[in-house]
C-alpha cells in the first residue's frame, strides 16, 4: 500500500481517535484505560493524516525536522493542536516562525526520546526533551498534563513511537 493510500485509510480512525476524548474529562482510570489508536506510518504521516495538526506539520516542514521525526526511532512528540496554536498571541507565533533556530528549539522540546506515555502520572515526573530541557509529567484538574497543557487521553502509537495531542503549544525556558 503506498503512503497516499495509507494516510488516506488512517485519516477516519485518527479524527475519531482523537476526536472523542477532546473535551472529555475523565478519571483517571478511565483516562489511563483509553486505548491507544495503532498508526501504521511513522510520526509525521501520522500528523499529516491529522487535520487538527496541520498547523504543526506546517512548522516541522519550515524547520527541516520531518525527516529526523520521521525516520528516529522511539520517541513521544506530544502535539499541539491548531487550537492551541491559534490560542498564542500573533506577535509571539510570528516570531518563532520567524526564526528557524527558535522553531526548531520550540519544536524539539515537544519530543522526548522513548516511549512515554504522560497520562499514568499524578505526581509530577520529568521527562528530557531533545531540545535538552525538561517537560513534566503531572494530573491536574482531571487532565493528565505535560507542564500546564492538557494530554488528551486518546494518543496514537506510530511506527517510531507515540503522538499525544496537547491543548497548548509547551514553551521551553530560553
Avoid at 491529522?50 to 525516520?71: E, Q, Y
Avoid at 493542536?81 to 526564526?99: K, R, S
Avoid at 487532565?143 to 496537547?166: D, F, I, M
Wanted: net charge negative.
Amino acid at each position: 500500500m503506498n503512503l497516499k493510500k495509507t494516510i488516506l485509510a488512517s485519516t477516519t480512525a485518527l479524527a475519531c481517535s482523537f476526536g472523542a476524548a477532546v473535551n472529555a474529562q475523565t478519571s483517571f482510570v478511565d483516562c489511563v484505560s483509553t486505548p491507544v489508536t495503532v498508526f501504521d506510518g511513522n510520526i509525521v504521516e501520522a500528523a499529516l493524516a491529522t487535520p487538527a495538526l496541520s498547523t504543526l506539520v506546517d512548522a516541522v516542514l519550515a524547520a527541516g525536522l520531518d525527516d529526523a521525526l520521521a525516520n528516529t526511532d522511539n520517541i513521544t512528540v506530544y502535539a499541539p493542536t491548531n487550537d492551541a496554536f491559534a490560542a498564542m498571541p500573533a506577535d509571539v507565533t510570528g516570531a518563532i516562525l520567524a526564526d528557524v533556530d527558535l522553531l526548531t528549539t520550540v519544536l524539539t522540546y515537544h519530543v522526548s526520546s522513548g516511549a512515554h506515555d504522560p497520562r499514568k502520572f499524578v505526581s509530577p515526573v520529568k521527562r528530557n526533551t531533545l531540545a535538552g530541557e525538561y517537560v513534566y509529567y503531572s494530573r491536574n484538574d482531571g487532565h493528565p498534563r505535560v507542564n500546564t497543557a492538557a494530554v488528551q487521553c486518546a494518543g496514537v502509537k506510530a511506527s517510531n513511537g507515540y503522538v499525544w495531542l496537547l491543548d497548548s503549544v509547551l514553551q521551553p525556558g530560553f
